[in-house]
């Protein structure tokens, strides 16, 4: 069983930056690949990146690609997402979540754990 707690939301205008961090508790942190997803109202959840386990190899959505960066830090336990340049559209609830099972890194099933998210609001 893994816990997760993001924090790091708030608002903030067009063109501002935010960070995103990701704890996570449980098992052994660094056995899990971790993404990132986002839900806006009347809109289904949203890949926007993702990072392997121990290499950390990073993907990332066309639509944050080039603006948002993810890292993670396995002593302590936490994902980083590093989104800049936002524009009023990566308005969103994000949650973070972390991945043991097989399958695509951008696929919102396949991982198996979840946070509670952590809401974004960006203005114009």
């Known amino acids: 069983q893994v816990q997760l707690a993001e924090s790091g939301g708030g608002s903030v205008q067009a063109g501002g930056s935010l960070r995103l961090s990701c704890v996570a508790s449980g098992r052994t942190f660094n056995y899990y690949a971790m993404g990132w997803f986002r839900q806006s109202p009347g809109k289904e959840r949203e890949f926007v990146g993702s990072i392997t386990q121990s290499v950390g190899v990073t993907s990332y959505a066309d639509s944050v690609k080039g603006r948002f960066s993810i890292s993670r830090d396995n002593t302590k336990a936490t994902v980083y997402l590093q989104m800049n340049s936002l524009k009023p559209e990566d308005t969103a609830v994000y949650y973070c979540?972390?991945?043991?099972?097989?399958?695509?890194?951008?696929?919102?099933?396949?991982?198996?754990?979840w946070g509670q998210g952590t809401q974004v609001t960006v203005s114009s």
């Open positions: 979540a972390a991945k043991l099972s097989p399958g695509p890194l951008n696929t919102f099933f396949n991982y198996n754990y």
